[in-house]
């Protein structure tokens, strides 16, 4: 993709955060293995509101204005790819749908959590 910086609208399904992108071919994919963890920290350490009900995500390989959130790659795994969060003091696994957004896994994950304009 020639993306630099994507969107998606995590919201929670089922108890999981799940998020749809029809444009990539996905939908109710879920975020496990600690993924799950650091959103629930980030929804709660900047107050978004109706987080369950969706907000958005913005996300890119490459530092921008405003993100929150930092993730570093450390290692492969089934297919995916764990990352460690230094803010959040926590690693977590992402699944091989990175690879609708990235052609590889990038050296470091860039992210902002915030509520969703209704």
């Known amino acids: ?18 998020f749809d992108d029809p444009n990539v071919g996905l939908v109710k994919e879920p975020f496990v293995s600690g993924i799950d963890t650091m959103i629930d920290r980030v929804v709660e350490a900047h107050k ?13 390989a490459q530092p921008f204005p405003g ?4 993730l570093e790659w450390r290692r492969t795994e089934y297919g995916g790819n764990w990352y460690f969060s230094p ?3 926590i690693e977590g696994w992402l699944c091989p749908a990175l690879f609708r957004y990235f052609d590889s896994a990038p050296q470091e994950l ?9």
């Not at 993709?1 to 799940?18: K, Q, S």
């Not at 978004?48 to 890119?60: H, N, P, V």
């Not at 860039?110 to 209704?118: F, G, I, N, V």
């Open 87 to 89: 803010d959040l003091q």
């Open 1 to 18: 993709m020639n993306n630099a910086l994507f969107v998606i609208a995590p919201y929670r399904h089922a108890g999981m955060w799940v």
């Open 48 to 60: 978004i509101a109706d987080a369950d009900r969706g907000f958005t995500l913005l996300f890119s």
């Open 110 to 118: 860039y992210a902002k959590a915030e509520s969703q304009k209704r």
């Open 67 to 70: 993100y929150n959130v930092k």
